[in-house]
């Protein structure tokens, strides 16, 4: 049996974004929608396993509908951008999974639909039609099914001639009439004012059509009805005309075309790996892909003993960890690549080593390598120091390409077309089937490694002074790595007794709120349980259904906030997930980490990972650590000074964000309020407000904080609005007040998209670049999430790249003063110190100083320091 499923795009990308929550990359790209489609494909895939398969889409706002009423769909509200621009990606899905899409002009997906439909079940097909538009029940036959979307993007009613007339008591055709009389406000068909869905379907079962309804409108029952009837009659034709899905379009895809072919699961890997989509890379068994082409082998010696005649200036040198988490893992091997030669190094020969040993912390010998940071750590926890690195392969390949998805080595081998290197996956496999290989293969991986970072070096090193990057990469990321690899060796001190202690109160505090939920509800059930807790809701307490899934009633975040003010028992359920969480992934979660050798906790910072080039925090991400819940805020209790009579001292930037976003747009009242150190956010309401300082309600002040920030992250009128719980076009007009109130920031936010236009990449104050190909698309869809990245980058990364310059600068003062006081942490705006008792007065001075002088900006850097016992006290 031929079996051909059409696909419905712009509905069920609708559909997706509006039923999930907003989402996006670490890169900034949104993704909510992209995922619930993919999903859906996904499902669609499975259950259905169709011979042929399409999506069509619409291909613009006008349509032949207009021809006859210019007002067709003139009251639904613009796209929001954040839906816009993830369109194009679900096209990209598309491609990969080889399924066909089509659009034409002047006609909308309805209409491709209806006329692909009506050809293959003339050509006996099976046809199965996904939409979340009821218009398209007017298709089903004999051979046609209609899958409407319920509430989300997975549950589906499937719509046969049986259901049809059960749910409607009608034909499928006669769907076409119900809309000419009763209209249809989504698409703005005007019908026949004040006639709704049950009147209609009356109408309908006497009369069968419109046409039968004028025929005989002497015998419409009811005088007020027939005279809306009569009133009416050319809007009723009109709106069934308008209702009517064409089934003669000029489609001009075959079925040929429309064949199910296998996925290109190497182009869906990569897409899901770019998308973060890591939950779906299972169901595409992308576990099981890996790259493996093979290599020559690279002559090479097994050093037997190590001689400082092997170890001459410049080397390559790779030391290889098998674990991602290099805390925790032992050396594996280690490489030199040098003009004598390549040398692969057992590690035990290595660490024995006086002559290595001396050379990896001589200064002055030459050391190029991938990962500096890694280096230092993993040769530090076995008592070597690691000193002299003078180029990072990873780094530099992270500064020319930012948006590159991997800075593995062998990805930066193979673009830039070196000495070629297998994936790491290829060699020692993945999960629980990573090992050590054999020597002979091992030896060759990472020769190969070394050998390849050796013919890199110059060729990057180039590209990094064409870019002007040369200065950011010499004095500011490599040092930077250096300073990351000490304070990931040092670690922090945890008091493990405090962290079982919370532990042992936020479970009392469950069990409280848990009691006082089954009192209120009525019963005793378990919360954590979706179904049962969906029962409790929905059934025992009546509470209105939001959203069904598959299983029974959604209780996600979202649908329990919108019912926060239904029933007492809601926040309690808020209250008790939040508890949750925090328990088992906050305080559990440290007390998993913390190292047996140290009972200390060393996060991993990735330095190579972000476009805009903010630091991230891995195992553990200490940078997330909830403080908006006071419960949360007590976590950072835990994190204590490892010397006795030490104290915690914190120091963050205040603002720094707008305060660059002042310095490059030079806009004088921005400037004016920092160099006057107003309140920036009361100062944003007293201008887009056009009140007196004294008149700023703490509302007032809300709402300009959210524009402030928002600005900065080229927000748009819908998220604005949703941030706020405000209508969107509330939400433009504060946008616009904002630009009349600093004209100097409208103007710089024209000025850096015409300038990213001409470059196709945009700048931070020290030449971080972020490219941006997509800044002159046509399509509008990318163009636009290019320009709302071209504005936010420069800010975000110069706001990063301040605060890495005063963690180097910070780091080489204490080093020249030689103290005792160490860098713990750094979490965004953030630097967390511990700080030897007698140098408390000199470091709270020495921090602040410089801070707050990092940078030369047009308005002050400020920064405000605190310490106390613990990293708690310090805030």
Known sequence: MKKLVLVDGNSIAYRAFFALPLLNTDKG????????????????????????????????????????????????????????????????????????HYEIENYEADDIIGTLATKAADSDFEVKVYTGDKDLLQLVSEKV???????????????????????????????????GLMGDSSDNIPGVPGVGEKTALKLLKQFETVEGVYKEIENVSGKKLKEKLEANEESAYMSKKLATIEINAPVDIGFDEMKKEEPNHEALLSLFKELEFSSLLDRIGGSEIVEKEELEDLE??????????????????????????????????????????????????????DVFKEWAADKQREKWVIDAKRGVVSLGWKGIKFEGVTFDIQIASYLIDPSSSSHDMADIA????????????????????????????????????????????????????????????????????????????????????????????????????EAEIHELAGLSFNINSPKQLGEVLFEKLNLPVIKKTKTGYSTSADILEKLRDKHEVVEKILHYRQLGKLNSTYIEGLLKVIHKETGKIHTIFNQALTQTGRLSSTEPNLQNIPIRLEEGRKIRHAFIPEQSGSVILAADYSQIELRVLAHISKD??????????????????????????????????????????????????????????????????????????????????????????????????????????????????QRSFAERTAMNTPIQGSAADIIKKAMVNMAEEMEKQELKSKLLLQV?????????????????????????????????????VEYGATWYDAK
Do not use: W
């Open 300 to 353: 090479i010696t097994v050093v037997e003993e190590i001689t400082s005649e092997m170890l001459v200036s410049p080397s390559s040198i790779v030391v290889e960890i098998l674990d991602e988490n290099y805390h925790n893992a032992d050396i594996i091997g280690i490489s030199v690549a040098n003009k004598k030669g390549n040398y692969y190094i057992p590690t035990e020969k290595a660490l024995t080593s």
């Open 828 to 864: 965004h705006d953030e630097l967390i110190f511990e700080v030897v008792k007698d140098e408390i007065d000199l470091m709270s001075k020495l921090v602040r100083d410089v801070m707050e002088s990092a940078v030369e900006l047009d308005v002050p850097l400020k920064a405000d």
């Open 668 to 781: 004088k009242n921005l400037i004016d309020a920092f160099v006057n150190d107003l309140d920036i956010h009361t100062k944003t309401a007293m201008d887009v407000f056009h009140v007196t300082e004294e008149e700023v309600t703490s509302q007032m002040r809300r709402t300009a904080k959210a524009v402030n920030f928002g600005i900065v992250y080229g927000i748009s009128d819908y998220g604005l609005s949703q941030n706020l719980g405000i209508t969107r076009k509330e939400a433009q007009e504060f946008i616009n007040r904002y630009f009349e109130s600093f004209p100097g920031v409208k103007e710089y936010m024209e000025n850096i998209v015409r300038e990213a236009k001409e470059n196709g990449y945009v700048t931070t104050m020290l030449k971080r670049r972020r490219y941006l190909p997509e800044i002159n698309s046509r399509n509008f869809n």
């Open 414 to 513: 193979k673009r830039n077309n070196a000495i070629s290197v297998e994936t790491d996956e290829a060699v020692y496999g993945k999960g629980k089937k990573r090992h050590i290989p054999a020597v002979e293969v091992l030896s060759q991986h990472l020769a190969r490694k070394a050998a390849s970072i050796s013919e890199l070096k110059e060729k990057l090193e180039t590209e990094l002074k064409d870019n002007h990057q040369y200065e950011l990469f010499k004095e500011l990321e490599m040092p930077l790595s250096i300073v990351l690899g000490k304070m990931e060796r040092n670690g922090v001190a945890v008091d493990k007794n405090e962290l079982v202690e919370m532990g042992e109160k936020l479970t009392a505090t469950l069990k409280t709120i």
């Open 145 to 179: 099914k209609v899958a409407l979307t319920r509430k989300g993007i997975t549950n589906v009613d499937t719509y046969d001639l049986n259901l049809v007339d059960e749910k409607y008591g009608i034909t499928p055709k006669q769907i076409i009439d119900m809309k």
């Open 29 to 100: 790209v949104y993704t909510n929608a992209i995922y619930g489609f993919t999903t859906m494909l996904l499902k669609v895939l499975e259950e259905e396993n169709p011979t042929h398969m399409m999506v069509a889409f619409d291909a613009g706002k006008t349509t032949f509908r207009h021809n006859t009423y210019k007002e067709y769909k003139g009251t639904r509200q613009k796209t929001p951008p954040e839906l816009s621009e993830q369109l194009p990606f679900m096209r990209d899905v598309l491609k990969a999974f080889n399924i066909a």
